[in-house]
């Protein structure tokens, strides 16, 4: 797992069983989180690869 700032939003990126990277962000307001987005798609992510 790789954690640190996805488009500007707190997330990490990790290695999924069958092996596909996948993308989870996280935003915040006022300590909370409001909504998760998780980017699966590999031509969004072909640059981690």
């Given amino acids: ?26 935003e915040i307001e006022d300590g909370k989180v409001v909504a998760i987005y998780i980017v699966r798609n590999p031509d969004k992510l072909v640059h981690l690869h």
């Fill in 1 to 26: 797992m790789r954690a640190g700032f996805i488009n500007g939003l707190p997330g990490f990126v990790t290695r999924e069983a069958d092996g596909e990277l996948q993308s989870t962000t996280l």
